[in-house]
């Protein structure tokens, strides 16, 4: 079955750029979405397609997805960023929606 | 107001059953596929069941295959999962989410329902 790796944890001061990768076997040729869960609440979308971003989702949310890495990047990281990010393919070999294990972004 | 609102969980032992229901209102919910995305406390995303706009495409985790029943009315615009002979490890929030198709984003998520499996 297909995998996605992520970072359990990222790190990053205030004002700086924080990139969470998500890795996966030629992942650059599949789909890529991504989404932010704060703690007691439910996910909500924050990348689709590898690179859209909902409306409501600041600009500084970008994301790209090339080889065997995507790559969720926040730019002029808030505290109120802090936050669970998943990434998210679908497996169509197997017919599985498949998630990373999630990455902890921790605003210093 | 586009809104998913999980309903239906509850705490079971083991081997039991339980019907989850998941109302949509603020769209056209037989527009849109729809899936039920399940989070064991502390743990990651797990997503457990997809169904088509008209029900004709279904998939399912394995660990749901055989026991886990995904359906939806859209006449009630509503979503379900009839899930038997439950286990311990089937203890998690469950969340509805809208989805774009097959392999598309879930851009609408319910506020998630607790089911609790233990004796």
């Known amino acids: 079955s297909y995998v996605l790796t992520q970072p359990p944890s990222v790190s990053v001061a205030p004002g700086k750029t924080a990139r969470v990768t998500c890795g996966g076997n030629d992942i650059g040729r599949r789909s890529v979405h991504w989404y932010q869960q704060k703690p007691g609440q439910a996910p909500i979308l924050v990348i689709y397609y590898d690179g859209g971003r909902p409306s409501g989702i600041p600009e500084r949310f970008s994301g790209s997805n090339s080889g065997n890495t995507a790559t969720l990047t926040i730019s002029r990281v808030e505290a109120g960023d802090e936050a669970d990010y998943y990434c998210?393919?679908?497996?169509?070999?197997?017919?599985?929606?498949?998630f990373g294990g999630g990455t902890k972004l921790t605003v210093l | 107001e586009v809104q998913l609102v999980e309903s239906g969980g509850n705490l079971v032992q083991p081997g039991g059953s339980l019907r989850l229901s998941c109302a949509a209102s603020g769209f056209t919910f037989s527009s849109y596929s729809m899936n039920w995305v399940r989070q064991a406390p502390g743990k990651g995303l797990e997503w457990v069941s997809y169904i088509s706009i008209s029900s004709s495409d279904i998939y399912y985790v394995d660990s749901a295959k055989g026991r886990f029943t995904i359906s939806r009315d859209s006449a009630k615009n509503s979503l379900y999962l009839q899930m038997n002979n439950l286990r311990d490890e089937d203890t998690a929030v469950y969340y509805c989410?809208?989805?774009?198709?097959?392999?598309?984003?879930?851009?609408?998520w319910g506020q998630g329902t607790t089911v609790t499996v233990s004796s």
């Open positions: 989410a809208r989805a774009s198709g097959v392999g598309g984003q879930m851009d609408v």
């Open positions: 998210q393919v679908w497996d169509s070999s197997s017919d599985r929606l498949v």
